[in-house]
């Protein structure tokens, strides 16, 4: 189609005859001389009216029964019509089908289980919240690009191939690689590290994989990651920015996503009330604020999903929850030098029982220190000379975080599992289709 008009455009074209090209998503006949059908074409829907005497009768014919789901095109003239989705009605001149669908498309009105829907994933992509949630997260990414964008970040991408583990052992994808044994990156951010001695301030944002065995709401083997770091930083900054970041995000998709919103459900006024200053509570404060609710757990212990959900039902948006203790993160984190038992990393908790949505902070940067960690963790030592290096040559302290794309999708569009926010989602139990 040389002038094809997108629907999301036709408000602007009252008057006009337009190309439209689109899926049909519903039929409806009034006797044998009108038919109306509502026509999607992924930027929105257009009541479009075929009506005898208007169109060829092979092609008024054609409308009568064409299945949902075909392909069309339609030539037609663009009428005010306030009842409408979109203010307007495509009258037809002409109609085609491009490719017609057979009669047994497997989703249709009756309600799916959810083990279908996602075994149908391919066409369930086509219906009204998928394409939305697909939507939401594009402008999300866009959204994170364009604050780190616009504080000079550099995008530097990770590679997916790795030679260690950063996230611990316990959930590495391994590969075989010629004759070697390599794992899919758990995490960019080693690399990073890297990067950000080169370049100052830098970010990635790719997939990431754990060989996860928990079967929750919030877990997907494939994710994707957005990683900054920052030379010359330290644990407040990495807050800082993991708070301007969101704030950032949230305030674009309520400025571009209200309609898929909607689509979607969304309590917005819920995000309205999530916008920073976020509040900040020490490790240490939150197991005192846990005691006594079911949620209690003994200092030393690792948060679950409890814990996140306990603390953050008393604010309205995300927390920051920062200096944990050493033993239940990760060998790179820089220990609190006034209490080396703690690590300078900040977990952002989002509301509503999302969770953890981001992970990150202060790096180590003391050479012997993290020698004594990798061999603790019982870390092969030869994986790590590379990352040593950069505190051999000249290291600078360098801080950060990893936001996790699918988590934030989820929370903002109020969807109940990760994997509705992956267009084809990687669980424990599902690589198909
Ligand atoms: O807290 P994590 O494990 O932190 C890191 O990987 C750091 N190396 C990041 C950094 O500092 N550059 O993971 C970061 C985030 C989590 O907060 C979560 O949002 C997401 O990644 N994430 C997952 N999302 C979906 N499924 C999983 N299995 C996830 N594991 C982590
Ligand atoms: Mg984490």
Same mark, same amino acid.
């Given at each position: 189609?040389?002038?094809?008009?997108?629907?999301?455009?036709?408000?602007?074209?009252?008057?006009?005859?337009?190309?439209?090209?689109?899926?049909?998503?519903?039929?409806?006949?009034?006797?044998?001389?009108?038919?109306?059908?509502?026509?999607?074409?992924?930027?929105?829907?257009?009541?479009?009216?075929?009506?005898?005497?208007?169109?060829?009768?092979?092609?008024?014919?054609?409308?009568?029964?064409?299945?949902?789901?075909?392909?069309?095109?339609?030539?037609?003239?663009?009428?005010?019509?306030?009842?409408?989705?979109?203010?307007?009605?495509?009258?037809?001149?002409?109609?085609?089908?491009?490719?017609?669908?057979?009669?047994?498309?497997?989703?249709?009105?009756?309600?799916?289980?959810?083990?279908?829907?996602?075994?149908?994933?391919?066409?369930?992509?086509?219906?009204?919240?998928?394409?939305?949630?697909?939507?939401?997260?594009?402008?999300?990414?866009?959204?994170?690009?364009?604050?780190?964008?616009?504080?000079?970040?550099?995008?530097?991408?990770?590679?997916?191939?790795?030679?260690?583990?950063?996230?611990?052992?316990?959930?590495?994808?391994?590969?075989?690689?010629?004759?070697?044994?390599?794992?899919?990156?758990?995490?960019?951010?080693?690399?990073?590290?890297?990067?950000?001695?080169?370049?100052?301030?830098?970010?990635?944002?790719?997939?990431?994989?754990?060989?996860?065995?928990?079967?929750?709401?919030?877990?997907?083997?494939?994710?994707?990651?957005?990683?900054?770091?920052?030379?010359?930083?330290?644990?407040?900054?990495?807050?800082?920015?993991?708070?301007?970041?969101?704030?950032?995000?949230?305030?674009?998709?309520?400025?571009?996503?209200?309609?898929?919103?909607?689509?979607?459900?969304?309590?917005?006024?819920?995000?309205?009330?999530?916008?920073?200053?976020?509040?900040?509570?020490?490790?240490?404060?939150?197991?005192? =604020?846990?005691?006594?609710?079911?949620? *209690?757990? !003994?200092? @030393?212990? /690792?948060?679950? #999903? &409890?814990?996140?959900?306990?603390?953050?039902?008393?604010?309205?948006?995300?927390?920051?929850?920062?200096?944990?203790?050493?033993?239940?993160?990760?060998?790179?984190? =820089?220990?609190?030098?006034?209490?080396? *038992?703690? !690590?300078? @990393?900040? /977990?952002?908790? #989002? &509301?509503?029982?999302?969770?953890?949505?981001?992970?990150?902070?202060?790096?180590?940067?003391?050479?012997?220190?993290?020698?004594?960690?990798?061999?603790?963790?019982?870390?092969?030592?030869?994986?790590?000379?590379?990352?040593?290096?950069?505190?051999?040559?000249?290291?600078?302290?360098?801080?950060?975080?990893?936001?996790?794309?699918?988590?934030?999708?989820?929370?903002?569009?109020?969807?109940?599992?990760?994997?509705?926010?992956?267009?084809?989602?990687?669980?424990?139990?599902?690589?198909?289709?």
């Amino acid at each position: 189609m040389s002038q094809r008009t997108y629907v999301s455009d036709l408000p602007q074209a009252i008057g006009q005859t337009v190309h439209v090209a689109g899926w049909v998503r519903f039929r409806r006949s009034a006797g044998t001389k009108l038919h109306f059908l509502e026509i999607r074409d992924g930027t929105g829907v257009v009541q479009t009216v075929v009506r005898r005497g208007s169109v060829p009768d092979e092609m008024l014919d054609a409308a009568s029964k064409v299945p949902l789901e075909s392909s069309v095109l339609v030539t037609g003239t663009i009428k005010e019509d306030a009842r409408q989705a979109g203010g307007v009605e495509l009258q037809a001149d002409t109609f085609e089908v491009v490719a017609a669908c057979p009669e047994d498309f497997p989703i249709g009105k009756k309600e799916h289980g959810t083990g279908f829907l996602f075994d149908h994933r391919h066409l369930w992509l086509r219906s009204a919240k998928p394409a939305a949630t697909l939507r939401l997260r594009a402008h999300i990414v866009r959204a994170c690009r364009d604050h780190l964008d616009g504080l000079g970040f550099v995008n530097v991408d990770a590679p997916i191939f790795q030679s260690a583990a950063a996230e611990g052992t316990a959930t590495l994808f391994p590969v075989e690689y010629f004759d070697q044994k390599v794992y899919l990156s758990q995490t960019g951010q080693l690399h990073m590290e890297a990067a950000a001695q080169a370049l100052g301030k830098v970010y990635c944002f790719g997939p990431t994989f754990r060989a996860e065995k928990s079967k929750t709401r919030r877990h997907l083997t494939e994710f994707w990651m957005l990683e900054p770091e920052m030379s010359f930083a330290h644990l407040d900054d990495s807050m800082a920015l993991m708070e301007s970041l969101i704030g950032h995000v949230i305030d674009h998709v309520l400025e571009h996503c209200q309609d898929d919103l909607k689509i979607l459900e969304r309590d917005t006024s819920a995000l309205e009330r999530a916008r920073p200053p976020f509040p900040r509570i020490s490790y240490d404060d939150a197991v005192e =604020r846990l005691k006594g609710t079911d949620a *209690e757990i !003994a200092w @030393g212990d /690792d948060f679950g #999903a &409890p814990q996140e959900s306990t603390l953050s039902a008393a604010y309205t948006g995300p927390i920051l929850v920062h200096r944990f203790p050493a033993k239940i993160k990760a060998f790179y984190m =820089r220990p609190d030098p006034e209490r080396p *038992e703690l !690590a300078l @990393g900040c /977990d952002l908790i #989002a &509301p509503e029982g999302y969770g953890e949505i981001i992970g990150g902070g202060e790096r180590a940067s003391d050479l012997a220190y993290l020698e004594h960690k990798i061999a603790e963790e019982g870390l092969p030592p030869e994986a790590y000379t590379w990352y040593l290096d950069l505190r051999r040559y000249g290291g600078a302290p360098t801080a950060g975080f990893g936001m996790g794309l699918e988590r934030v999708v989820a929370w903002l569009g109020g969807l109940d599992h990760v994997r509705a926010a992956a267009a084809f989602p990687r669980t424990m139990s599902r690589t198909w289709p």
